[in-house]
């Protein structure tokens, strides 16, 4: 009994000296809160230009003297401009670019026409429109046959003119199907025989065919088929204008 008098003592005593220990240990200086930190200030955001596009803006469509490029009237047209390769009857290459043009109204004479191809699911095919006047000198040159080749007056007329390749308003076409491939006519472009006549009867009954039907579409438009050859069509519904020699690379 008196042990654990004793112990109760010790603790207690013990136990007020360190209270006592405690509140007299120097206590920590209280900090004075800062100033608070300044924000960084920072470049307002301002709009970005935009990157560069890749994308070309939309050129213009072109006109010189009444003349057009096709593709501006209609880019489903098929280019395949033999003089501006050597794969023609000269056998050398005639024009320097292989750009098309038309005169304009008849270019729109001639949009319905190929409107009515794509509809029974044809795709026109060109081989040549407008021919610049130094063109055709070279073309008589290389065949001297009215029959074929129209002989350009030299100098040219300031009247009287008729519907030519040197006014755009002729033009020379075959059809291509759903697959790419050409139909079959008669013959190809710039046969100088009498196949070529628009109404040889001496074919096959697909080339027949295909001929007359693209020659009927034609008709339908205000063009005429020329009397040798069945790709060569005539605008016989505009007026005609003057004949002109303004190079092809004015317009590309």
């Keep these: 009994m008196k042990n654990v008098l004793f112990y109760a003592v010790l603790f207690a005593f013990l136990l007020i000296s360190g209270c006592t220990w405690l509140l007299d240990a120097p206590q ?19 709009p970005q230009p935009a990157p560069d596009s890749e994308e070309e803006p939309p050129r213009e469509p072109v006109e010189i003297e009444g003349l057009v490029l096709v593709s501006d009237l209609d880019d489903s047209i098929i280019l395949d401009l033999k003089y501006a390769t050597a794969d023609n009857f ?5 024009y320097p670019v292989a750009v ?117 579409v034609m008709e339908s438009a205000g063009f005429q088929v020329a009397r040798t050859e069945w790709w060569h069509f005539t605008d016989i519904t505009g007026t005609p204008g003057p004949y002109l020699d303004v190079p092809l690379e004015a317009f590309s």
């Design 90 to 94: 000269t056998g050398e290459q005639v």
């Design 100 to 216: 098309a043009a038309i005169n304009k109204e008849t270019g729109l004479r001639f949009l319905k026409a190929v409107e009515i191809f794509r509809r029974d699911g044809y795709t026109v095919k060109l081989w040549d429109a407008y021919r610049p006047l130094s063109a055709s000198h070279q073309l008589w040159a290389s065949c001297p046959d009215p029959r074929y080749v129209i002989k350009p007056e030299d100098p040219p007329p300031t009247s009287g003119f008729r519907p030519r390749h040197n006014n755009g308003m002729c033009v020379d076409i075959t059809l291509v199907d759903s697959n790419g491939n050409e139909l079959e006519m008669p013959t190809g472009f710039d046969d100088f025989t009498e196949k070529a006549a628009p109404d040889y009867p001496h074919v096959s009954e697909a080339a027949r065919r295909n001929r007359d039907y693209l020659i009927s």
């Design 28 to 46: 920590p200086e209280p900090v004075e809160p800062g100033p608070a930190p300044e924000a960084e200030l920072t470049e307002p955001l301002l």
